[in-house]
């Protein structure tokens, strides 16, 4: 694909939501400079072209910032119009990939973190319980959304990659058990499919588990120690 434009991507390898703004990048082909923040010493551009969060992911298009990995996927699908879609075609397609995406989100990622940071017994607990709430949703309604039976991997499946990856790994981090495959067989098959699925092989592989359940271990005990 032609460079449309100065493509720069501000994000740091361990970020779930920097994985998918980088991935729906590679899956559409658009090329780009990945800016490597470390997030203890944000760069003054991070803290410029995102003045109200001061989080990464940020894309810069043309000098044009744009936050919030959610926002960020729509904008790259609607800017580069490529034969690879990334929402469905069919309005309520579309909006059932939108409202499961800010499901995982708003519902279990964000419960599920805060689980995993938790100092107190008693509130780890019932925050855990909370995410296997979410997580029975998922298990019940979703798994079958999910890369559909075949490899396609939209908006969808990119947001969902918090949960076909990045929990697991966090949850060996913080010692705690939410996806297991005796509690969410479903859930499990198809975060093993994701994982192994070639399209993200080929085109973004996972960032490596051990290392990252390292960075994680070391960061959940800062947050815990400070909070
Ligand atoms: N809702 C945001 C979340 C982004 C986010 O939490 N980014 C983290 C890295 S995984 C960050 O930049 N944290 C820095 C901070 O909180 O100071 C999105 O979807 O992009």
Known sequence: MADDGEVKLFGTWASPFAFRVELALKLKGVPYEYIQEDLTDKSSDL????????????????????????VILEYIDETWKTDYPLLPQDPYERAMARFWARFIDEKFLST???????????????????????????????????????????????????????????????GVDLLTESKFP??????????????IKQKLPLPEKDRLVAFFSAMIEKIKRYK
Do not use: M
Not at 116 to 135: D, F, T, V
């Open 112 to 174: 599920s973190w805060q689980a995993a940071c938790s100092s107190s017994e008693a509130e780890r607990e019932k925050l855990i319980e909370e995410a296997l709430g979410y997580l029975k949703v998922l298990e019940e309604q979703q798994h079958k959304r999910l890369l559909g039976g075949n490899d396609t991997i939209g908006f969808l499946e990119i947001c969902s990659s918090f949960v076909a990856y990045w929990i697991i790994v966090i949850q060996e981090a913080a």
């Open 186 to 199: 479903n859930l499990w098959k198809w975060a093993v499919e994701f994982q192994g699925c070639p399209a």
């Open 47 to 70: 803290l410029k072209y995102n003045p109200v969060y001061k989080k990464v992911p940020v894309l810069v298009h043309r000098g044009r910032p744009i936050a919030e990995s959610q």
